[in-house]
Structure formats: C-alpha cells, structure tokens
C-alpha cells in the first residue's frame, strides 16, 4: 500500500541520462504490463473502484527461509517447533528467490525479508541481501520485533546506509515472549507497551536524524481474543506519531504452526469497530470507514483505509484522519481516476529527489490537467474537510507546514487458519491471493506455505541438506529454549 510514498535517500549515482529517461517516460512501461497481467486474472466480480490489486499495485511478496530461527516465543506464531534448528538458506538462494519475486512484481514491487528474525542473520549478510533487492528494483521492507534494534541502533544505522533499507515493519503485541527489558517481558495488555512503542518511536527518529536517512515504518500488531479491545489504542497511540509509523498492519491470528489453540476467530466487523475507535470516527460521520476501504486482490483477505492525518489544533478535536477513496467524495473520485489513468503504478520511493524532480516533470507535461487543476482542487477538498470552517487557514498552515500532515494508512490481513484452506472459499482466496511466497522455484501463497505443511517441509529439507547459519552466544540460548517452551 505504497501509493506514491516519500524519496529515496539511497546513495546511488544518478546520472543525466536517467533523469532524461524518467522525464521523458514517467510511468515504466514494464509497470503498466505488470498490472494489466494482474488485473486481467482477477475475479470480475473484484473488479471494483475501490480495488487497488492490478490497478496500482501488483501485491506483495516475501521470502522463506532467511532465518528461520527467532529468539521469541509467540502466543501466535506460524513458525514450527522445529524453526529454532533449522539452517538459514544460503545468501544466493535468498537472492534467486527474489529474481523469482521480481519476475512477478514489476518494478520496484514489495517484498517482505521474513522468516523467523530476520537480524539475527550476520549483518553483512542481510546488507547483501537488502543490496541485491535494490538492485533488482524490488523495495525491501524488513519484518523484525526490533528488539536487538532498541538494544544497539548501530545495526539498524548499518542496514539503513550500507544496506539502503528504506523500510521497515516493527512487530509489538502482547502475544509476544522474549524481549530483554523486564518492563515489557511479561506484558499482558498493550496499554502496558506504549511505553516500549515510545521508546521505538524516539529510536527511529534519532537514527534517521543521525544518517540523513528516509525510514518508512510500519507497526504490526497480531490481534486476538485478548488484545482486540486495545487495537483502538494502538491505531490512536500510532496516529498521534504517524511521522514514525506511517502504518498498522493488523493480524488476526490464524490457527497454524505453533499458535496457542483458541485466541483467534476476530470477526472483521469487530476489528474495524476498534480501528474506527482509534481514528475517532464519529458514528455520524459522512466518511465511515466500511465506506472508504480498499481491496487488495480477494476482499475476504486485506482491506485498508489509507488516507492523510493531521493535528487540526483546535479544541476537542485533536488529531484527525481523512481517508482517500473512490467514496470518500466525488473530487476524490475523480481525483483517483485520473491518478490510476495516467500514472498507475508510479512510486516515487525508489526515487532520489533529482529523480522524483524529472518524474514530476514528466507527469506534468504527460497529463498537466491533472496537476493544475486535479491536483489543487482536490487539495482544497481536503482543507475543508479536515476543518469545515477555517479551510483556508488550514490550508495556509499545511504549505507553510505549521500544520504537520503524514500519509497514514491502517491494514487488516485476514490470514486463513490451517481448517479453512480445503473450502470452497478457501480455495477462492487462494486463487486470488495476492501475497505470496517464492518457495522451491515457484510462488505460493502465504496461508498455502503456513496452513497446508509447505513452510514445514522447506525447513526440514533445509535441515537435512544445508549448513546451519549460527545464532550466537545469548541469543541461541534463548531461541533454542524458548522454542521448546513457548509459554516461557
């Protein structure tokens, strides 16, 4: 869920003969075909205004087998018991299984770095493996519950300047065993972590202030029967410092690998009443959430509200969200369809700003209508629905930036437990699935590679054919042990 997103800081040469290309094609034609081919093999019936699959983005995709070990024990975990002993693949086959993903994704598509805890991996490892994606023209986001992050910020500050991860997905819940700071190890609800999502906060912004480095954020929360009435609190906690966390992707938990029996089952009506909770959506308010969400490929599976926020600074109101859609207004309607006619798939986050410069003056002169009057019509829209009556003096205070405003954007992946897969709509969703993995030459999909055994065959024959990549000192101890007792 990219939409445009924010420059790049990636310290690449860019020459005049790049920018002329990018000024001359702003849309890359491999792009728009990457679409099509994704667009054409969805469901008709999926095929809506508010579908973002095929239309301006091609999914998602994720490796198996980078680390399989972790030094957590989850409530809700799709890992194997016997993840903590199996060998990491070799940094070349982690490298052909993202040639593998950017045959499928085009240009500058999203693939997840996950597994177990991926930064357990030697560092100079996962900063070639973080180098090749960038150079394939894949954009990497790395999946990590930042533990080893908060402890020594330098190996994040390494993989942001040697490693160019522009991306980042930060793991905090309850369900969650391990961390080493004894105020959060034993916590049982999330009001007793915002403390410890302070503390990540405050660490992402000294290490970008420290490099001069872009990093995006996204916090990731597994929801279940427990910490469901706190997910309000969360998406608030996240809003309130939306220029860390710029998402929150929500997990129902799913009943696979070595997930705790019964904390599942999170209806999607109950978990959107929270998220309304948390984005303060009033009941009578014209731009209800269920009206404003987005699809990504089977509607069964993802749904998201991606939108601006911003601290109107007024009293009783505080900080507020207004989404973007097809129904949010008719400005924003035809907004997106001309957005999605003459730009579908152009992301600037892979773009230095000299590039991102002659991408914008590409767009311009491909479609100038559409930035000198879509553009600033839709803007004012905003202004007056984020303030009814001062519009102009909000907008005057976002350009001159005394108004902060962030993109923000809340996700909710529906993964499917192990007894759902050999159904009718489970094997809907699976032939929609919009997620996969590149597993043994080919792409699955991620509930396929959780539920039906295939991430538990890859691992044992991993172990019996590959040499273990070693988790040291402390952090084995603590992975091999708490593997074999979970509840630990």
Known sequence: MSFLGTTSTHQRPVGAARLWRLARTPVSAETRASLDVAWARLDPRFQTPNQMYGRHE???????????????????????????????????????????????????????????????RPTEEVIEILRHARDIELIPMLMSHGDGFLRDPSLLKRLMVEGGLEELSLHIDTTQRGRRDRD????????????????????????????????????????TQDNLPEVGDIVAFAQANADVFRMVGLLPVAQVGRTEDGIGRITANALWTEIERGLSIEEANRDRLTANQWFMAHPDCSRFVIGMTAETGYAGTGQRFVPLSPESSARDRRFLESLFANFAGTTFRADRPAEAAARIIGMLF???????????????????????????????????????????????????????????????????????????????SMCEVNGAGLRDRFYANMAGTMTNVNVTGEDANAAESEVLDPAA
Not at 81 to 108: C, F, H, Y
Not at 191 to 219: D, P, Q, Y
């Open 58 to 120: 091609e999914g998602c995709g994720a490796t198996i087998g980078v680390m399989p070990k972790c030094d957590f024990a989850c409530r809700g975990c799709y890992l194997g018991a016997d993840a903590n002993r199996t060998p990491a693949l070799s940094v070349d086959d982690v490298k052909a299984q993202l040639d593998l993903l950017r045959a499928e994704l085009g240009p500058w598509g999203n693939v997840q770095l996950t597994d177990g805890e991926v930064a357990l």
């Open 184 to 223: 959060f190890r034993h916590a049982t609800r999330e009001a007793e972590l915002m403390a410890l999502r302070e503390k990540f906060a405050a660490m992402i912004r000294r290490v970008r202030r420290e490099t001069g480095r872009t990093l995006r954020v996204a916090s990731t929360v597994t929801v």
């Open 366 to 444: 491909r479609a100038p209508r559409f930035f000198l009057w879509d553009v600033p019509a839709t803007g004012w829209g905003w202004a007056r629905r984020f303030d009814p009556d001062r519009p102009l003096r909000f907008a005057l205070r976002a350009v001159t930036g005394r108004t902060r405003l962030h993109r923000f954007s809340v996700v909710a992946h529906h993964f499917m437990s192990a007894d759902e897969l050999d159904t009718p709509s489970g094997r809907a969703r699976i032939a929609q699935c919009a997620f996969q993995v590149a597993i043994d030459g080919e792409l699955r």
